[in-house]
């Protein structure tokens, strides 16, 4: 008895000598709990916290994806637009040239291409081509040519575009201590004419200035 004893307390001896026992007692509390930067979701059964965002990337550096970039367009270099060669031919300006001619008892100014409204033309009907002959004076840039009355051979032709009327004149009559007054409406009838040209006055001699000079 004594023997087995004395065994036992050696064996300790040698267990204490070998193990280290910490002073400190073992902390049995749990750890903090992480701080989560999401809103707390409550379910039916209670509240439930979501996890704490994780920091590690999805993928490493060895699966990082590659992004292949695109071979840039290379812009082709623009060709000039062809050059369309107009086949209209350019119309020859007119001679300007202008004439006084005489219709009824008046004189007016007449130009190619332009219309003139005159005093009536008896028997012209619409569309119907006239000739002037009274003819006066014909001027062109660089000559002139005056009538001894009229230019001989000379004419201007006109087309009748429309029979027409003036616009109306009021004739007021009025006499005093009479009791008599008379309101009346009159409108002259007139022709519209287009003037298409001017010819046979190149064989008539021109005016110069020496001619008038002497």
């Known amino acids: 008895m004594a023997a087995s004893s004395c065994s ?12 280290k026992i910490s002073k400190n007692p073992p902390n049995h509390n749990p750890p903090p709990p992480l701080l ?12 439930y916290t979501r996890p704490a965002f994780s920091l590690t ?5 060895t699966e990082a994806p590659v992004i292949e970039s695109e071979p840039e367009a290379v812009m082709a270099p623009e060709e000039p637009a062809p050059v369309v060669e107009s086949t209209s031919k350019e119309e020859p300006k ?3 040239v202008f004439a006084v001619v005489m219709i009824g008892s008046r004189q007016y100014i007449v130009f190619p291409g332009r219309y003139l409204y005159t005093q009536r033309l008896k ?13 006066l004076l014909v001027g062109t840039k660089t000559t002139t040519y005056i009538g001894k009355p009229v230019v001989t051979n000379a004419a201007v032709h006109a087309v009748v575009e429309e029979q027409g009327l003036n616009p109306k004149v009021i004739v007021f009559k009025y006499k005093k201590k009479k009791g008599y007054r008379r309101n ?13 040209g001017i010819t046979g006055y190149q064989d008539y001699p ?3 200035l020496d001619s008038l000079k002497s």
Do not use: W, Y
């Not at 036992?8 to 193990?19: D, F, G, K, P, V």
């Not at 989560?36 to 509240?47: C, H, N, Q, W, Y």
């Not at 012209?124 to 003819?135: S, Y």
């Open 206 to 208: 021109a005016v110069t």
């Open 36 to 47: 989560s930067l999401s809103r707390p979701k409550i379910f039916a059964s209670g509240l």
């Open 94 to 96: 007119r001679e300007e």
């Open 184 to 196: 009346i409406g009159h409108r002259q009838p007139n022709t519209r004419i287009r003037i298409t």
């Open 57 to 61: 990337p999805k993928f490493s550096q």
């Open 123 to 135: 028997d012209a009907n619409v569309d119907d081509k006239i000739i002037l002959n009274k003819v």
């Open 8 to 19: 036992m307390l050696a064996l300790c001896s040698s267990l204490a000598t070998h193990c």
